[in-house]
């Protein structure tokens, strides 16, 4: 799914948070991803390869994430953490807007913006 230099930049990431035991290094160890999000549900990572898992730290367990949903919220917010990354970002339709619910910051009540997907943007369609 993923391009040899989105690769290389996630591995990149990844090792560096693991090596300075930074947020989620756990869930990085446990997931072979990248920690990109964490709510009370768990921390959602994205490998290498471009899978989204989920690790739950109160388990210890890693489950694949396959929720169209949450794989565009992981995609979106790993987009945001470098340019290098900007790939994985959805494409923004001609006809999207500003999301009304979190003003095109992504963020609302400090969480992910549910309503854009942590985008910023909605389209005509709702989505
Ligand atoms: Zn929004």
Excluded: Q
Excluded at 27 to 36: D, E, F, H, Q, S
Excluded at 37 to 46: F, K, N, P, R, T
Excluded at 83 to 100: I, W
Aim: proline content about 6%.
């Amino acid at each position: 799914m993923f391009d040899a230099a989105l690769v290389n930049k996630i591995s990149e990431l990844r090792a560096r948070l693991i090596a300075l035991r930074g947020p989620h290094h756990e869930a990085a160890t446990a997931t072979g991803g990248l920690p990109i999000y964490a709510d009370l549900g768990g921390v959602l990572c994205v490998t290498p390869t471009g899978e989204v898992r989920a690790y739950d730290s109160d388990s210890f367990s890693v489950r694949t994430v396959e929720d169209p949903v949450w794989v565009e919220i992981a995609l979106t917010r790993l987009a945001s953490l470098d340019p290098a990354l900007s790939a994985v970002a959805p494409t923004r339709p001609e006809d999207a807007g500003s999301c009304p619910a979190c003003g095109a910051t992504g963020v609302y009540w400090g969480g992910v913006c549910l309503r854009c997907l942590g985008r910023g943007w909605t389209s005509r369609d709702g989505r």
